[in-house]
């Protein structure tokens, strides 16, 4: 029985789509390999490395808050005394106008107000500087480079200044700052929303009492901020340390390009390794008619011994070869009318552990010498 199918004609729909969409990597090869530790040390030095620029800021914030919550109060004194004794001075300058403004006096109060100044920042510039750099070498370790400092020509090209600023990483960075704001607004609104009591107290209470209330609360503020601020810091710093590992990848090529670079072509290495092998073969067949005898397996390996009681205390092996190199062993001993002796035990034991141009070993004399005595025998020469 048969069924009758009706024929549609099939029409292709067309979808336009663009290529890049399909393309691996600017070699047409898909980044599948980790990066090599040579390819991480030169990003390093070119000042590519994974950190987060969030994580020292965060723990400089926390630092400075805390310093704060410990000095305020000092700082507030010295601060206050400051101004008293720069207010104070005011009527000795105006009892020595005379016309000409006292230059050096007003000037010797400018230069103790800024030194105050600086000796009471100073603490927060060290500090700031020691968490910063703490913060980068737990990072990535201590390694300085000048190489990020150091111009080039290609940062003015107006192009690639275009391309960097409508950037994925610049896309990123601002959603990041929108982000960062959003969680400072929400802690500093959920802060105060608690605290509007305290700010109304403001108007009943002296001066000093009210900067005192005030530190406390700019404090306690700036706290919640810097453990808000760590919890960016650290989901940056495993974002960056992900994007800089997947921007790190190479392909298979660019590992064996390395590899090549770093190591040497394989080729060329191979091919130095064969002259090599070539030029001993070379000079063993060269010394191979000054043996006394062939010890052959008979068809797989060829070792040939010579043994000279004036150069050395045993016999030597001048020649040894598996197969190939066998057979042209033993074609050369014909042609030189140097005997060759059938044992295969033998021939096996000299093949695997004496190398050509080493002494037999002592556990083998006794069968190698009923072999020279047999050939000597052949000559006459016992």
Same mark, same amino acid.
């Given at each position: 029985?048969?069924?009758?199918?009706?024929?549609?004609?099939?029409?292709?729909?067309?979808?336009?789509? $663009?290529?890049?969409?399909?393309?691996?990597?600017?070699?047409?090869?898909?980044?599948?390999?980790?990066?090599?530790?040579?390819?991480?040390?030169?990003?390093?030095?070119?000042?590519?490395?994974?950190?987060?620029?969030?994580?020292?800021?965060?723990?400089?914030?926390?630092?400075?808050?805390?310093?704060?919550?410990?000095? =305020? /109060?000092?700082?507030? %004194?010295?601060?206050? +005394?400051?101004?008293?004794?720069? =207010?104070?001075?005011?009527?000795?300058?105006?009892?020595?106008? $005379?016309? +000409?403004?006292?230059?050096?006096?007003?000037?010797?109060?400018?230069?103790?107000?800024?030194?105050?100044?600086?000796?009471?920042?100073?603490?927060?510039?060290?500090?700031?500087?020691?968490?910063?750099?703490?913060? $980068?070498?737990?990072?990535?370790?201590?390694?300085?480079?000048?190489?990020?400092?150091?111009?080039?020509?290609?940062?003015?090209?107006?192009?690639?200044?275009?391309?960097?600023?409508?950037?994925?990483?610049?896309?990123? %960075?601002?959603?990041?700052?929108?982000?960062?704001?959003?969680?400072?607004?929400?802690?500093?609104?959920?802060?105060?929303?608690?605290?509007?009591?305290?700010?109304?107290?403001?108007?009943?209470?002296?001066? &000093?009492?009210?900067?005192?209330?005030?530190?406390?609360?700019?404090?306690?503020? /700036?706290?919640?901020?810097?453990?808000? =601020?760590?919890?960016?810091?650290?989901?940056?710093?495993?974002?960056?340390?992900?994007?800089?590992? &997947?921007?790190?990848?190479?392909?298979?090529?660019?590992?064996?390009? %390395?590899?090549?670079?770093? %190591? /040497?072509?394989?080729?060329?290495?191979?091919?130095?390794?064969?002259?090599?092998?070539?030029?001993?073969?070379?000079?063993?067949?060269?010394?191979?008619?000054?043996?006394?005898?062939?010890?052959? +397996?008979?068809?797989? =390996?060829?070792?040939?011994?010579?043994?000279?009681?004036?150069?050395?205390?045993?016999?030597?092996?001048?020649?040894? /070869?598996? $197969?190939?190199?066998?057979?042209?062993?033993?074609?050369?001993?014909?042609?030189?009318?140097?005997e060759i002796v059938e044992n295969k035990p033998l021939a096996r034991m000299l093949y695997a552990n004496v190398e050509v141009g080493e002494l037999v070993p002592p556990e083998l004399y006794k069968a190698v010498a009923e072999v020279l005595a047999y050939v000597y025998h052949l000559k006459g020469k016992v």
């Open positions: 029985m048969f069924t009758v199918c009706k024929v549609v004609e099939y029409k292709p729909i067309l979808i336009a789509y $663009d290529l890049q969409f399909f393309a691996e990597d600017a070699n047409g090869a898909e980044k599948t390999e980790q990066p090599t530790a040579k390819k991480l040390e030169d990003a390093r030095k070119e000042g590519q490395v994974a950190k987060s620029q969030e994580v020292a800021t965060a723990f400089s914030l926390l630092a400075l808050f805390v310093i704060l919550r410990f000095t =305020y /109060g000092f700082m507030g %004194e010295v601060f206050s +005394n400051t101004f008293q004794y720069i =207010y104070n001075s005011i009527p000795n300058v105006a009892r020595t106008y $005379d016309g +000409n403004l006292p230059i050096a006096y007003i000037s010797s109060l400018v230069i103790h107000g800024m030194l105050t100044l600086l000796i009471l920042c100073a603490p927060f510039f060290i500090v700031g500087f020691t968490v910063s750099l703490i913060c $980068d070498i737990v990072q990535v370790g201590f390694k300085p480079t000048t190489k990020p400092l150091q111009p080039k020509l290609s940062k003015l090209n107006p192009i690639s200044g275009m391309k960097k600023i409508i950037s994925t990483r610049k896309i990123f %960075e601002l959603a990041k700052s929108i982000l960062k704001l959003a969680i400072m607004s929400v802690v500093i609104i959920s802060f105060f929303s608690k605290r509007k009591e305290s700010l109304f107290l403001l108007y009943d209470i002296s001066l &000093k009492q009210a900067i005192g209330l005030m530190g406390n609360l700019i404090i306690d503020l /700036g706290l919640r901020i810097a453990a808000a =601020y760590m919890i960016i810091a650290f989901s940056d710093l495993i974002y960056q340390r992900r994007k800089f590992n &997947k921007d790190m990848m190479m392909t298979k090529q660019e590992v064996k390009d %390395e590899f090549k670079n770093s %190591e /040497g072509n394989p080729e060329i290495k191979g091919a130095q390794k064969r002259r090599m092998m070539q030029a001993s073969q070379r000079r063993m067949m060269q010394n191979l008619p000054k043996a006394d005898v062939v010890i052959t +397996n008979p068809t797989h =390996y060829a070792v040939a011994i010579k043994y000279d009681a004036e150069e050395a205390d045993a016999p030597i092996v001048v020649a040894k /070869g598996a $197969d190939y190199l066998a057979q042209k062993i033993k074609e050369i001993a014909r042609e030189n009318n140097v």
